[in-house]
């Protein structure tokens, strides 16, 4: 149980279009789900924490208005990038938080998707 | 400001030795995680930690948590080849909040 799929896992575009990753809890249902990025060699760096039905809270340094995240359902989020520059190549991951069973902090991750713009 | 320091940031060790990884804080939390997480995929949960002094094994993994709940430590005995891996802990300061990082340990161990 508490498997987390994300698509796509790869992919490649050009600077200027937007790009938008899903994430879903496939075998439970997550009330949030939270996006990380991750540089190479790094740790997770927490993006935002998306709750079903309400706006996505934010970490202090990334910008709301560039990261689209939208949580329509119990179990999908979406982070889109907006107008995407070769800075934001990077592999985003996102977990979801398993409620009510479990522990309430326990998040369990996707695979990540690799961005890489050109 | 990283509120997990975890150490040490890089090991190599050879097939067979024994390793520590340390996770510390001087805040408290509520529970903490160990993950492992291989190269192009996501973090996979090892376990979590709850009650301060409590201690968990997974098979040649032994995972403790401080008395007071602002530190953990990851033991891992007779380390092989496939244990190679960033391992990460993370806490979460009240139930139900998000989850803050350690810097992460990358552990590789040769054959």
């Known amino acids: 149980g508490a498997v987390v799929s994300q698509h796509p896992s790869w992919v490649i575009c050009k600077s200027g279009t937007s790009v938008k990753i899903e994430c879903r809890s496939l075998d439970f249902q997550a009330t949030t789900m939270f996006w990380y990025r991750q540089f190479p060699k790094q740790s997770l760096m927490l993006m935002a924490t998306?709750?079903?039905?309400?706006?996505?809270?934010?970490e202090q340094g990334v910008e709301k208005d560039k990261f689209l995240i939208n949580h329509a359902s119990l179990t999908l989020s979406t982070l889109t990038v907006t107008s995407a520059h070769p800075e934001d190549s990077s592999f985003y991951i996102c977990s979801a938080r398993d409620t009510p069973w479990g522990s309430a902090d326990t998040q369990y991750f996707g695979p990540g998707t690799r961005l890489t713009v050109l | 400001t990283q509120l997990l320091e975890q150490s040490p940031q890089f090991l190599s060790i050879q097939e067979g030795e024994n390793l520590t990884v340390y996770c510390n804080s001087s805040s408290v939390f509520s529970s903490l995680q160990w993950y492992r997480q291989e190269p192009g995929e996501g973090p996979v949960l090892l376990v979590t930690v709850v009650t301060g002094g409590e201690v968990k094994k997974l098979k040649r993994l032994t995972f403790q948590f401080g008395d007071a709940r602002k530190d953990s430590s990851l033991h891992i005995t007779a380390a092989q080849p496939g244990d190679t891996g960033l391992y990460l802990c993370a806490g979460a300061h009240n139930a139900g909040n998000m989850l803050t990082f350690g810097g992460g340990t990358r552990l590789m161990v040769k054959p």
């Open positions: 998306s709750n079903e039905g309400s706006k996505a809270t934010y």
